[in-house]
């Protein structure tokens, strides 16, 4: 993710404070990298640390490929070899992956340009994808690309700001408590949306509780900020917030909301949204599958209402979207693969989002339904209870449930269901299915990123021995 952002010496100074009090006066920072294999001359190389790697090692690459200023957390004395020539203004500060978000915060704040915030515990990555695509049909759009909602993937993306751009999407996520407070502090949206409150990232997080909290930290620095607050009165954590605003915008498909779409779905679960809301009033019929295509539509819905979005370019834009691919991974795409009638949502998996995705099987015309399930990552003390509740779910909406994952092992000593079986690998889930390859049978494969389900597929594939 490359970017051109310029930074002078005073600049500098704004960013890192009286560490870069010795940084030449001359200097000017093109562009900030935290990837030597993209890095360019005149860039700022931020070398961040992670449990797998440290962005240290690279700083004598970073140097020989033209880096303007090394940003890291401790001198050069510590970082390369006697030998080696040192030529470029180095910024020791405590915290590089602080730095980096200091430099997107910087630039951020040099455009007054509308900042969409999108938050929740699921189907953040594609409303934001929806979103974008609606904006973008009358305004140029800066979004999050794929899913880079973190520290890291967050300023990035606000390093791409330029002057070209009418508005920017951007997606923020969180896995600890304080994590979105600290990504509003750097993004300073002007308006946003929190899709739901659900169970994510319980090992830090807690419970629901403590996943309220931290997602309505959006909430929070909107109010303080006089920003403008979409509220999904579907959600019953989330529509109590409504109130708490001066101003706001409400939405949703099962209760009384100013932005209220009728739903209907084709016979492959594609959606047909109907909105009557004054001047802004029109039908759309979408090209994605699923539930949560329709509750991602809403949230579009609201966005574009509030920027004021012509109906006539919302109704076009709904029409033509495709989700774009996501690395090889699904997100609820429909594909045809060994005979079988793929649901390809193996990108990711948190409860909500399994119940919406067993639902979409549930209502999609078949003969014959399997659900191919991994475990669900990051659910802490609740992980349990929320595996047996998903497997009974699976239970009542397939024919035939393929488990895979520890958790899933353990759910399954609870069933005596023989439509439920288990397996230990991926490709012994693909050669299950391929014994009930027909016309009619629908397979939905879905789990945590952690789970690498789109694997099944790629047996199927044959793409993996």
Request: hydrophobic letters at 40%.
């Amino acid at each position: 993710m490359t970017n051109a952002a310029r930074f002078s010496y005073d600049d500098l100074q704004i960013i890192a404070g009286r560490a870069a009090a010795h940084l030449p006066p001359s200097i000017i920072v093109s562009g900030v990298s935290t990837d030597t294999r993209t890095l360019v001359p005149g860039n700022a190389f931020v070398a961040l640390r992670g449990e797998q790697f440290d962005g240290h090692d690279h700083i004598p690459t970073a140097i020989a490929k033209g880096a303007a200023l090394i940003v890291a957390e401790h001198g050069p004395n510590d970082a390369v070899s006697a030998d080696f020539p040192i030529d470029v203004p180095w910024l020791v500060v405590p915290s590089s992956l602080q730095c980096l978000g200091s430099f997107g915060w910087f630039h951020r704040g040099r455009f007054t340009i509308p900042i969409v915030a999108i938050a929740g515990a699921a189907g953040k990555t594609s409303t934001k994808d929806l979103t974008a695509h609606v904006l973008s049909s009358t305004l140029r759009v800066l979004k999050t690309q794929a899913n880079y909602n973190n520290q890291i993937g967050t300023p990035l993306t606000l390093l791409q700001l330029t002057d070209e751009h009418d508005v920017a999407v951007i997606e923020i996520g969180t896995n600890e408590p304080g994590e979105i407070e600290t990504l509003c502090a750097m993004v300073q949206p002007t308006l946003g949306l929190i899709t739901n409150i659900g169970k994510e990232h319980l090992e830090k997080l807690i419970d629901l509780d403590g996943v309220e909290r931290e997602e309505t930290a959006l909430f929070d620095w909107l109010r303080e900020h006089s920003g403008l607050a979409l509220v999904n009165m579907d959600d019953e954590r989330l529509r109590n917030y409504a109130s708490t605003f001066t101003r706001c915008i409400t939405f949703g498909i099962e209760s009384n909301a100013e932005i209220h779409p009728t739903i209907s779905f084709d016979a492959d679960v594609r959606p047909t949204v109907h909105i009557v809301h004054g001047t802004f009033t029109f039908r759309a019929q979408m090209r994605v599958h699923g539930l949560a295509a329709a509750y991602n539509a809403t949230c579009a819905l609201a966005v574009a209402w509030a920027m004021q979005i012509h109906p006539a370019d919302v109704q076009a834009a709904l029409a033509s979207y495709e989700p774009p691919a996501s690395h090889g991974y699904g997100r609820m795409s429909v594909e045809h693969v060994a005979g079988l009638t793929i649901l390809n949502d193996s990108y990711n998996a948190n409860p909500e989002s399994m119940i919406m995705a067993l639902r979409t099987l549930h209502h999609f015309p078949a003969e014959r339904r399997i659900a191919v399930l991994g475990d669900m990552r990051e659910l802490g003390a609740a992980a349990e209870e929320e595996h047996l509740h998903i497997m009974s779910e699976a239970e009542n909406s397939a024919d035939l449930v393929i488990l895979m994952g520890e958790e899933f092992r353990r759910a399954l000593e609870t069933t005596e269901d023989e439509r439920v079986i288990f397996h230990e690998t991926h490709r012994g889930c693909a050669l299950d299915l391929l014994e009930h390859v027909g016309d009619g049978v629908v397979v939905l494969v879905k789990g945590s990123r952690g789970m690498s389900m789109e694997r099944v597929i790629e047996h199927l594939q044959g793409n993996e021995g």
